[in-house]
């Protein structure tokens, strides 16, 4: 399974996608707002990103430039509850693999999560059969742990 970082201000949005995932095998690092999920990315790897889009320090549009800049086969999926920024998420299409419109349900979620995650295996598999060199990608983070080693907000 994948290893998610999810970036939320909200406790309780973060407790349920953390929730909804962790029971789904996902391993999980979690930030409070744009600032602190640079940090989490600084320091580990992970394979999505769930993000809200208005966040104080830093949004999540910012946040989604910054981590595809750095690292562009990671998939991203945005979240929001306000109607002005959908339409900004939804100009990011190329962006983004994803945007979930708040309130969401657990089905919303895994479906979003799921068509990412395929959507990015593809991409990887185009990018070998083609020859190019692709940044590793492996179960282990940057600093040495592994995925069961990851903090979560359901701890």
């Known amino acids: 399974m994948a290893r998610v970082l999810v970036v939320e201000d909200d406790e309780a949005v973060r407790d349920f996608v953390c929730r909804v995932l962790s029971m789904h095998g996902h391993s999980l690092l979690t930030a409070h707002d744009g600032a602190e999920a640079v940090e989490q990315m600084n320091a580990h790897h992970f ?20 981590v595809r800049a750095s690292r562009p086969h990671v998939p991203i999926i945005l979240m929001t509850g306000y109607a002005n920024e959908r339409q900004r998420a939804h100009n990011l299409s190329l962006l983004i693999e994803g945007l979930l419109s708040k309130p ?6 895994l479906a979003e999560v799921g068509n990412a995650l395929k959507a990015a295996r593809a991409r990887q598999a185009e990018m070998e059969a083609a ?20 903090k979560s907000s359901s701890d």
Request: aromatic content about 2%.
């Open 47 to 66: 394979d999505l990103l769930i993000s809200d889009i208005a966040m104080p320090v830093m949004d999540g549009i910012s946040l989604a430039l910054k």
């Open 104 to 109: 969401f349900t657990m089905e919303q979620l």
């Open 131 to 150: 020859g190019a060199p692709i940044a590793a990608q492996s179960s282990e983070s940057q600093d040495g742990t592994s995925s069961s080693d990851s």
